[in-house]
């Protein structure tokens, strides 16, 4: 079977396809053919040896994927080969074979195809998480979401105005704020040029943002937190800016407000009945199509390091797939 590998650390441009062994379901473990494996921001991370997990050279990238099930392993039960399946592996998705644990595999929604369903679960799961569980997302809040055209962020723009919030959505290009408008955002702001904070000011007539929703971190930060309503909630999601911003304390002071993390992987672990929950609320929105991902471009395997140059380079809106 043909798999991208990482056979040294560095830029996409390192990666080769190269034939590898077919792979044998180990106990506990499925092996999927994969259909479409959806490109998310730690696959940047994971070839440069940047990310918190660190596989085992060779490895391909490619954490969230759809297939079928090709083999399970031992004591896999819940599972059969020909299931139409979706999964979060963590890596290994950007080849045609991926084994994964049983248990981070589900079945597709009936009728979605593969290219949705590698596209959902991560975006989805991390920002309903934010907004429901960590912001308390109310249907009369203000919300803003930086890095709105990115994964997380466009699934943020749509899940608060599915919630019922006011959502001003920032991000750097006007082609990505197009898309953030027909996902439902009531107003915009191209945070690459002018002052964000006194754009902020503007759009909420002086009063502030009632939720921040912060995957960028960087220079963003501060004048957003600078930009909130009394007793608001700042949502920290993730850093995609690169840097990890220092926040003077007598800001939350000022402004009686919450700095709140989110880590939904985490959330998943230590309360998976919670987790639980939320993907089945999920799943209805999407079934209903109240939620359904934007597909920026698709790119055969030997593309695969493309897909993740155009995420790095900030090319991508919504979401890059690799299809098999
Ligand atoms: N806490 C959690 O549980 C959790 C879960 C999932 C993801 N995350 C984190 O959330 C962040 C976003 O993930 P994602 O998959 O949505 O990524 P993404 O699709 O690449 O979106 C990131 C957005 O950040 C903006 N950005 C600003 N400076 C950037 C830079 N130097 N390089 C890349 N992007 C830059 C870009 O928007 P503009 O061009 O418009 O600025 C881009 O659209 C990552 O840090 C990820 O690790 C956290």
């Given at each position: 079977m043909k798999a991208l590998l990482c056979?040294?650390?560095?830029?996409?441009?390192t990666l080769s396809l190269e034939e590898i062994n077919p792979l044998k379901a180990s106990p506990g473990k499925v092996v999927i053919t994969v259909r479409a494996c959806s490109v998310n921001f730690p696959d940047t991370l994971i070839i440069r040896n940047m990310y918190q997990f660190k596989p085992e050279l060779p490895f391909s990238p490619g954490g969230e994927v759809s297939g079928i099930i090709k083999e399970t392993g031992e004591g896999v039960h819940h599972l059969k080969p020909g299931d139409r399946v979706f999964a979060l592996c963590g890596w290994g998705g950007m080849a045609e074979e991926v084994e994964v644990d049983g248990n981070r595999v589900f079945p597709l929604l009936p009728g979605m195809d593969f290219v949705t369903g590698a596209s959902v679960m991560y975006n989805y799961g991390t920002s309903y998480h934010a907004l429901k569980d960590r912001a308390n997302l109310q249907k009369s809040d203000t919300l803003l979401v930086l890095g709105a055209g990115g994964g997380v962020g466009l699934a943020a723009v749509e899940l608060g105005k599915l919630m019922g919030a006011t959502v001003i959505a920032a991000a750097s290009t006007e082609d990505k704020l197009k898309v953030c408008k027909e996902k439902g955002a009531d107003f915009t702001i191209n945070y690459s040029e002018g002052d964000l904070k006194e754009k902020v000011k503007i759009l909420t007539n002086g009063i502030g943002v009632d939720v921040v929703y912060d995957p960028v971190g960087d220079k963003y930060t501060e004048p957003c937190i600078r930009s909130m309503a009394w007793k608001g909630r700042y949502l920290v999601v993730g850093f995609a800016g690169g840097e990890i911003p220092r926040i003077p304390l007598n800001l939350p002071l000022l402004k009686g407000c919450d700095i709140v993390g989110v880590f939904w992987g985490k959330f998943a672990e230590k309360e998976s009945a919670k987790n639980l929950t939320n993907i089945r609320e999920l799943a209805g929105y999407l079934k209903q199509g109240m939620l359904k991902p934007h597909i920026y471009k698709t790119y055969p395997l030997e593309n695969g390091p493309e897909s993740i140059s155009d995420l790095m380079e900030r090319r991508v809106i919504g979401k890059a797939v690799v299809v098999m």
């Open positions: 056979k040294t650390y560095g830029l996409p441009d």
